[in-house]
């Protein structure tokens, strides 16, 4: 007999914790963006690619930041997919706190509205980022230090964010377990996506968690080891 699902179980399944740093994943809008919560004990947190959609899925965010006191320092976009960003203005409205990202992805963003249409996303409206992120700088909140890793190839402004202390590295929709972001969109490029992975994302130690933007975590070494396109 099947077992049923208990869905609480589920979850709270999706939360963990690595050393001092409390991660929630939520599988947010109809292509399941894996939007993160991120916090430490001193109650400091940020929000990861916002994928909410709908009012649901905004009660869940919210709901579980109230739940856990959370106070967000920054809202985060690892590249200007619109799948990773329809949640921006939600959050910048309800936290009032910047939004960040990398500059070379505002001529994507911009067009966010469009392409929030043609992909049968709610009409919502998109704030400008407050703080751009650039390549080796480092993000801090609470007693985190996250160092930026610029990765284009998926496409123009995909940043990863590496914690080296906690040996985590989110990684947006540049790598995935077993496979890699796609290149067929606009400024996705092959080539460029592969040269970044392999030298700004491999060197790092094989037991690095890799936390994609969609899907299960997995680790540099499995990847190293196993993933057909590298």
Same mark, same amino acid.
């Given at each position: 007999m099947k077992k049923k699902i208990n869905l &609480?179980?589920? $979850?709270?399944?999706? =939360?963990f914790k690595i050393n001092d740093l409390n991660i929630k994943i939520f599988h947010f809008n109809l292509v399941q963006v894996n939007t993160l919560v991120c916090y430490d004990e001193t109650g400091n947190g940020v929000i990861i690619d916002p994928g909410m959609s709908s009012g649901m899925e905004q009660k869940m965010l919210f709901d579980f930041i109230t739940k856990? =006191?959370?106070h967000i320092n920054y809202i985060i976009n690892t590249h200007p997919h619109i799948d990773h960003v329809v949640g921006n203005a *939600?959050? $910048?409205?309800?936290f009032k706190v910047p939004l960040v990202a990398h500059e070379a992805g505002l001529p994507i963003y911009q067009n966010a509205p469009e392409y929030g249409i043609a992909f049968g996303f709610p009409v919502y409206e998109y704030p400008m980022p407050d703080v751009f992120l650039n390549h080796n700088e480092n993000l801090i909140f609470g007693n985190q230090i996250w160092k930026i890793i610029y990765t284009p190839g998926h496409a123009d402004g995909s940043i990863c *964010?590496?914690?080296e202390k906690n040996k985590l590295v989110i990684v947006g929709d540049v790598l995935f377990a077993g496979s890699i972001g796609r290149t067929d969109l606009p400024t996705g %490029? *092959?080539?460029?996506? @592969?040269?970044? @992975? =392999?030298? =700004?994302?491999?060197?790092?130690d094989d037991d690095v968690m890799v936390i994609p933007g969609h899907a299960e975590t997995t680790t540099?070494?499995?990847? &190293?080891? %196993? %993933?057909p396109y590298l």
């Open positions: &609480k179980e589920y $979850v709270e399944a999706m =939360k856990e =006191k959370i *939600f959050c $910048v409205t309800t *964010f590496y914690d %490029n *092959f080539h460029l996506l @592969i040269q970044n @992975i =392999k030298e =700004k994302l491999l060197p790092l540099i070494g499995n990847e &190293k080891m %196993n %993933n």
